[in-house]
């Protein structure tokens, strides 16, 4: 979905981080004004779920 909305604003990402491309769109796509700030929100609170962080793991 990112991909083809920055092809639809004249950007190729290739192999750009998730991170790169939203900070793209945020400059790009201003209709609606918001899509990039809660992509880019979306993302980060994904990102953050899927990963385990050292200082939450148990001991072992």
Do not use: I, K, N
Not at 9 to 17: L, V
């Amino acid at each position: 979905m990112v991909a083809r909305l920055g092809l639809r604003h004249g950007m190729e990402f290739g192999g750009s981080t998730m991170r790169s491309r939203l900070v793209c769109l945020d400059v790009v796509v201003t209709d609606p004004p918001d899509l990039a700030a809660v992509a880019d929100y979306t993302w980060s609170r994904l990102s953050h779920a899927c990963h385990h962080h050292a200082y939450q793991l148990d001991p072992s």
